[in-house]
């Protein structure tokens, strides 16, 4: 018995001879080289073509656990540097945004606006993102009371965060602050470990510690620390870690996409720090500015709030993506490339101490980057 022609298909079945038989051979191929299959009794033997070449069968293989595993590892590591990478571009962006604005309208005005400022880009967000899910580019529910006070400690905390950084910057010098931001760093990861259990690599306190003697060594010269400046000074450790910290909390607990929060986020600044704005004068203070009262200035703000609603995005994946630690230790590293690119662009001087701690730093961020490799690394293994 023969199924087609052996030139066009490639492919005969020779029955035996011999009904009795219960086995009948298959030869697959033309040649005298084919091989031999074992097939049951039966009159018509019914073969699929083989596929040979370029087909796709390998593809469809099962993968093993430990490749999956591993791509879930490449997967992962691609968007925590992608995360780290947004956060890190746009905090920088924010700085020197903020610094143009200070360094183009600061002499104009007696005193500063540093609150209305934040109120003014986070209107600025909030418009963004509305304009953004009304063109249907993202969604997030409408505003709720109750997740709005679920994520107002979120809020509370920034604002403490922000109050207490600038208090802290009137009652000390500049390297210290920076000191005392390398001592909250610690806190956070300490934070960490305890609240969430993350586990910590010897490299990275390493770095830590690497990163806090540059910061004492920039600052040795100009070390003096009154009790007032002592206070706002740990007053600020606290609110930021536990912003941070919380942060990672809310991100997770908090039923919104990224985009929600970020409403939600603009929105709460806005109606904590307007009041701060009116009772402190910043308002009064603005108003009584003509020269503010520009398209110029408007138009930068509106900008600033356009990177503003990129950071806050870029800072809430971070925190998912990463962790408080990894959040932690790009905010101080950011310090590096906002010291040079003030240099080029703002013509600020570089000091001896500041290229000090910009070394040391860089030093430091090597050794978390390769701590953060082993630790990948040996997941994935």
């Known amino acids: 018995m023969s199924i087609g022609s052996s030139k066009s298909s490639g492919m005969s079945v020779r029955s035996p001879s011999n009904a009795k038989k219960n086995m009948e051979d298959v030869e697959l191929g033309s040649s005298s080289h084919g091989r031999r299959l074992k097939a049951k009794d039966s009159d018509l033997v019914e073969m699929t073509p083989l596929i040979v070449g370029n087909g796709d069968a390998s593809s469809k293989m099962p993968q093993s656990p430990r490749q999956s595993s591993s791509e879930g590892e490449r997967s992962s590591c691609m968007k925590s540097f992608i995360a780290s990478a947004m956060y890190s571009g746009c905090s920088v962006g924010m700085v020197l945004v903020n610094k143009s604005l200070a360094s183009s309208y600061n002499h104009l005005i007696d005193g500063d606006l540093n609150f209305l400022l934040v109120v003014f880009q986070a209107i600025a967000a909030v418009i963004c993102v509305e304009v953004c899910k009304f063109v249907g580019w993202v969604e997030y529910p409408n505003f709720n009371l109750r997740t709005a006070q679920l994520w107002a400690p979120v809020n509370i905390l920034f604002c403490g965060m922000l109050f207490t950084g600038m208090t802290s910057l009137e ?160 905010g101080s590293l950011n310090k590096v490339p906002i010291a040079i690119m003030g240099y080029f662009i703002f013509d600020n001087a570089i000091s001896e101490e500041t290229w000090t701690f910009i070394s040391i730093s860089l030093i430091g961020g090597i050794l978390y980057t390769i701590a953060t490799l082993r630790s990948g690394r040996r997941k994935s293994g």
């Open 171 to 330: 009652h000390n010098s500049v390297p210290m602050v920076t000191v005392f931001k390398n001592i909250t760093n610690i806190m956070t990861t300490v934070g960490d470990c305890i609240i969430y259990g993350a586990s910590v690599e010897v490299l990275v306190i390493a770095a830590f510690g690497i990163m806090l003697a540059g910061a004492v060594m920039a600052a040795k010269n100009d070390a003096d620390v009154t009790t007032t400046g002592l206070f706002w000074m740990l007053a600020n450790c606290v609110c930021t870690s536990g912003y941070v910290l919380y942060l990672k909390y809310a991100t997770k607990s908090v039923k919104l996409s990224k985009f929600g929060m970020v409403f939600y986020n603009n929105v709460l600044c806005t109606a904590f720090l307007l009041p701060v704005s009116l009772l402190n004068g910043e308002i009064r203070t603005f108003l009584a500015t003509p020269a503010l009262h520009t398209v110029d200035y408007a138009v930068k703000n509106a900008f600033a709030g356009f990177v503003g609603f990129f950071l806050n995005f870029a800072s809430l994946n971070c925190v998912a993506q990463t962790g408080p630690t990894t959040y932690a230790m790009i």
